[in-house]
Each structure stands twice: as C-alpha cells, then as structure tokens.
C-alpha cells in the first residue's frame, strides 16, 4: 500500500508562493502519474494539476495554468506543487494523489478515479 505525505501548506498572502511536498512509499514510484487536488469547504474536490509518467507531459487546470508548476524527484519519491502569484481562491486543502496502475493507467489524469492512493491534504490559506 502506498503511501503519500503532503507538507508545505500555510498562511500567505496574496501574490506570494508556496512549494507543496508530496512524498510517495512506494517503491515504483519513477511509473506513478501524480496528480494535485484541492478542496474548499462545501465544494467539490477539483483537479489541479498532474504529471505523467510515460511521456512526463504536465497538465493544469485553467484557473491555474501559468501560476502552478508541478514537477516530481523520482530519486526522492517527491513530487512538488510550486505555486505562485497565489489569490484568496486558491484557498483549499491541497491533496496529492497516485495512479498506480501502469501501464494501464487512466489517460484522463482529471478524473478522481484514475488515482488509487491519496494523501491526507494539507491547508493552503491565502489572505487578501
């Protein structure tokens, strides 16, 4: 059973960065597609953004395309979430998910069913 730890979650204010964490146990992590979601109290949990093993291509929801970067250390079993220029809705809590059924993978890395481990979140909190 994998496991993922998020960290790097706070308090920032508007326009300012944080660098999400998202350590992986498992041990063919380099074959994971990682995804990024996110929940606000009373919505849904959202697609964030995600990176994929086969082709290492990068995706990102519009409402942070060009703010978010998302990037993975396979030698760490890590994968990041930079986040810049941060606004007050981007407030959630940050969840990291694995895909980990290579080579028969989920191609819609939006889909919340593709992943089959998740972490337990961690807070973004982005002050006005």
């Known amino acids: 059973q994998v496991q993922l730890v998020e960290s790097g979650g706070g308090l920032v204010q508007a326009g300012g960065s944080l660098r999400l964490s998202c350590v992986a146990s498992g041990r063919t992590f380099s074959t994971y597609d990682m995804g990024w979601f996110r929940q606000t109290p009373g919505k849904e949990r959202e697609f964030a953004a995600a990176?994929?093993?086969?082709?290492?291509?990068?995706h990102y929801e519009d409402s942070v395309k060009g703010r978010f970067t998302i990037s993975r250390d396979n030698a760490k079993n890590t994968v990041y979430l930079q986040m810049d220029r941060l606004e007050p809705e981007d407030t959630a809590v940050y969840y990291c998910?694995?895909?980990?059924?290579?080579?028969?993978?989920?191609?819609?890395?939006?889909?919340?069913?593709?992943?089959?481990?998740w972490g337990q979140g961690t807070q973004v909190t982005v002050s006005s």
């Open positions: 990176i994929r093993w086969s082709t290492g291509s990068t």
């Open positions: 998910a694995a895909d980990r059924s290579f080579p028969h993978s989920v191609l819609d890395v939006r889909r919340q069913y593709k992943y089959d481990a």
